[in-house]
């Protein structure tokens, strides 16, 4: 199993930054990439970021909305992913979750992903 904890969510202005982390242990060796999704109450979970974890060049994928704003990467010494947000908007406010996978599914899919964090609140004010 792997566990995941994320951290670093909270309130900010809009045009602020956050940089959220998000801490892996347990079998971290049998990842194959990260994600992260966020959620708002009754909206379906959405895709944001996703980067290679194993191996490869550690390419990354990103949500069109967040294009150009949003940087994930990965410290694999740290076993840790970040999520770098900046020029954060009122609609970016939502629960975000850590999520990682053992195959080479699809990186916008939740289906795809076998590990979940507990989440953490994001809510930026206008």
């Known amino acids: 199993q792997v566990q995941l904890v994320e951290s670093g969510g909270g309130l900010v202005q809009a045009g602020g930054s956050l940089r959220l982390s998000c801490a892996t242990s347990?079998?971290?060796?049998?990842?194959?990439?990260m994600g992260w999704f966020r959620q708002v109450p009754g909206k379906e979970r959405e895709f944001v970021a996703g980067?290679?974890?194993?191996?490869?060049?550690?390419?990354?994928y990103y949500a069109d909305s967040v294009k150009g704003r949003f940087t994930i990467s990965r410290d694999n010494a740290k076993n840790t992913v970040y999520l770098q947000m900046n020029s954060l908007k009122p609609e970016d406010t939502a629960v975000y979750y850590c999520?990682?996978?053992?195959?080479?599914?699809?990186?916008?899919?939740?289906?795809?992903?076998?590990?979940w964090g507990q989440g953490t609140q994001v809510t930026v004010s206008s």
């Open positions: 999520a990682g996978r053992s195959n080479s599914g699809r990186y916008a899919l939740p289906e795809s992903y076998n590990y």
């Open positions: 347990g079998r971290t060796f049998s990842i194959y990439a």
């Open positions: 980067i290679r974890w194993s191996g490869g060049s550690g390419s990354t």
